[in-house]
């Protein structure tokens, strides 16, 4: 089917499970999303300037509900949020929106880029050196790719007029090199890492390398030269697991790891490079074998769901953090038992209904997890040292994918079920870490985008 005109189709699927997209209206364009318009927003992501602030909030909307012709990637600037943010401070629910017209909102602050993409992105990621960003796009099984302009936050992927979709120069990898091999681009792609080759060792130069879970059960390799053309499909390493959700690199032994949300079992490949001659074209996917989470009853031996994992990132340390839907909780994992094959729990933390989203972060000397729970739409803080929670952020309808701007104090929630992204104040919790008292929970500050939340997702 034309991935454009698939867009038309007005079917609600099930979130948690995978994208449905139905066939309907073939003969109808559909109807263009309002530029500034936040339409189920399932990634955000920030700029990187050293030792300062982050400039720009990077927003992927999935267009879940088939409203409109295609999903968005906008670009927020920060500084010029900032005043209507801080003009938030002691309202409940003050609302910032981003398109014109918008009623009961305090200000308005449109987007400073915005580029059209396929329906249902899933994951984005903005290249080491702030001039890339990459979606995973599960309506036509492909990656976008965006430049961004790092001083203004412009995005450009060489729509022919604004308001046009992506060329496919930016919206179709480059097969070429894969299929000269048999090897075939895997669909529906969840998870997304961009390598520096500074993690294999290499000098980094102007390429850089993609590693790619897709939910079947296979995971893909790209290489982006950094110029025109689009990026490199190099390798796959098929049938690794089952139901794979996310993607973790470790950069100490080149190797991904890989949750499923089938089996209580994390994949792993690895990635093989030629040092000697550097050609990135030669690289490839080997399996670095499975791993089975062990110590926690799932109520069935060969059942389980993990979401997604992080790896402890202080130096020497053997943990590994990882989110589970059965039982709900956060699992502190040891890996020196990698090298049998386990993954030792020493650790269970119980948290809200339908864990999704994990991010660590160091706050006051704290190793904190930040853990958003769809189901139950809170996000739950916990000292994963002390395995014990700090605060738990309510008042969302689904939060996904979090951002943490440890500089301004504070994180960015995509809150899906909303269409809206939350600003949370994270200093009431860094004045108890200070020895402060009270209500140590994370609140909401401020919400981007008027929230036009759903009843349900069906």
Known sequence: ??????????????????????????????????????????????SQEAGAAPNFLFVANANFDLRYNAGTVQSFDLRALEPAVNACAGTKECTIATEPGASGASALVPPVGEVRIGAYSSAMRLDPAGKAL?????????????????????????????????????????RSIAESKKKTFPTD??????????????????????????????ASLLVDFDDP?????????????EDLQNITFDPAFGIAWLPSGRRPQIARVGVGLDSETTDLSQAYLYDAGLLTVTGVDTGETTSG???ALRLDPRPGSRKAYVISRRPEALLQVNRTGSGEGRL?????????????RLE??????????????????????????????????????????????????????????????????????????????????????????????????R
């Open 360 to 457: 660590l972060v160091n706050l006051r000397t704290r190793m904190v997890a930040l853990i958003s729970c769809f189901d139950s739409r809170d996000i739950y803080l916990i000292d994963v040292d002390q395995g014990s929670v700090l605060g738990v952020v309510r008042g969302m309808s689904g939060p996904f994918e979090i951002a943490v701007d440890a500089q301004r104090e504070r994180i960015y929630v995509a809150d899906f079920r909303a269409s809206a992204i939350r600003f949370i104040d994270l200093r009431p919790l860094l004045d108890c870490l200070d020895g402060g008292f009270g209500d140590c929970s994370p609140q909401i500050l401020a919400t981007l985008g008027v929230p036009r939340p759903v009843r349900e997702l």
């Open 134 to 174: 990459y979606v995973t796009v599960r309506s036509n099984s492909d990656l976008s790719w965006i430049e961004v302009d790092p001083a203004s936050g412009a995005l450009n992927c060489g729509a022919a007029a604004p308001g046009q979709d992506c060329d496919s120069a930016h919206s179709e990898v480059d």
């Open 1 to 46: 089917m034309d991935s454009k005109r698939r867009h038309v189709c007005r079917n609600h699927a099930v979130w948690l499970g995978a994208f449905a997209i139905a066939s309907c209206g073939l003969d109808n364009r559909g109807i263009d999303p309002p530029p500034g318009k936040i339409n189920f927003p399932v990634s955000v992501v920030l």
């Open 305 to 307: 769901d993990t979401r």
């Open 189 to 218: 792609p969840v998870g997304l890492h961009i390598a520096s080759l500074r993690e294999f060792g290499l000098e980094p130069g102007d390429a850089r390398l993609l590693l790619m879970a897709h939910r079947g059960g296979a």
């Open 344 to 356: 030792v729990v020493e650790t269970i933390v119980d948290v809200g209904a339908g864990p999704s």
């Open 229 to 241: 053309a689009p990026p490199f499909l190099l390798d796959v390493q098929e049938q690794i697991s």
